[in-house]
């Protein structure tokens, strides 16, 4: 009796099968390595992220040479003019004819480099009160370029409490021109008067001297005796 046929594997495919799982696994420790190592990374690196709100530092280096040499270039101004109260908060004085403060205001120009008075300038200067009202007043300036405007603060009882301001306007006599505005004016705020209460009289509390009985030239009264008479009273 003959065996039964069993036949023989096919020598090409059993090659094939193991290259393939080979290259499987190959592939899988790759990935696993990858994976890995991104975990590693993610772990161990710091934290650098930034957020969309947050902004980057942004270091700044400064040069003391350069900002010298900046200052140094930079052009003086050929006139100057300033303006300030000489009290910042007076009191309120209702009468027209008293001065209540005065406005300094400075004229000056560059002499090489030193602020140099301009003198005989015209200084005219406009009060903005702060009840709302405006009012001018001038004066000229002195050899230093200097030059005090009173003022007076009657009518305006209304600006008590509230800053008001004041703009000046200069006018040389060689035709130089140099205005103080409202971003450098001068300013002060009025406030109440105060008001000293006068002392009462007082009355003298013993006006009669010891005893309360009132003081004078004491009279004379006589006394004598009459038998079988009484003497009258003394007045």
Aim: proline share 12%; charged share 10%; hydrophobic share 35%.
């Amino acid at each position: 009796m003959d065996a039964p046929y069993i036949p023989a594997p096919e020598p090409n495919k059993q090659p094939k099968l193991s290259a393939r799982a080979s290259l499987c696994f190959k592939g899988a420790v790759v990935l696993f390595l990858v994976i890995f190592t991104t975990i590693i990374a993610a772990c161990g690196a710091p934290d650098n992220s930034m957020s969309a709100n947050e902004k980057p530092q942004v270091t700044v280096t400064i040069d003391p040479n350069h900002i010298q040499k900046q200052v140094t270039a930079s052009p003086t101004p050929g006139y100057w003019c300033g303006a300030w109260a000489t009290q910042t908060s007076p009191a309120y004085n209702a009468d027209p004819q008293q001065m209540t403060l005065g406005i300094n205001a400075k004229f000056t120009k560059n002499s090489g480099g030193n602020p140099q008075g301009i003198a005989g300038a015209t200084a005219t200067a406009i009060i903005h009160w702060g009840d709302g009202l405006s009012g001018t007043a001038s004066g000229t300036t002195s050899s230093d370029g200097l030059v005090v405007i009173p003022i007076s603060t009657a009518g305006h009882e209304g600006a008590v409490n509230h800053t008001s301001i004041v703009t000046i306007d200069f006018a040389g006599p060689d035709g130089s021109h140099c205005s103080v505005g409202q971003d450098r004016a001068a300013f002060f705020s009025l406030t109440k008067p105060t008001v000293t209460p006068s002392p009462s009289p007082t009355r003298p509390s013993n006006p009669g001297g010891p005893g309360g009985q009132p003081t004078g030239t004491p009279k004379f009264c006589p006394t004598f005796t009459i038998p079988n008479v009484t003497p009258p009273a003394c007045p």
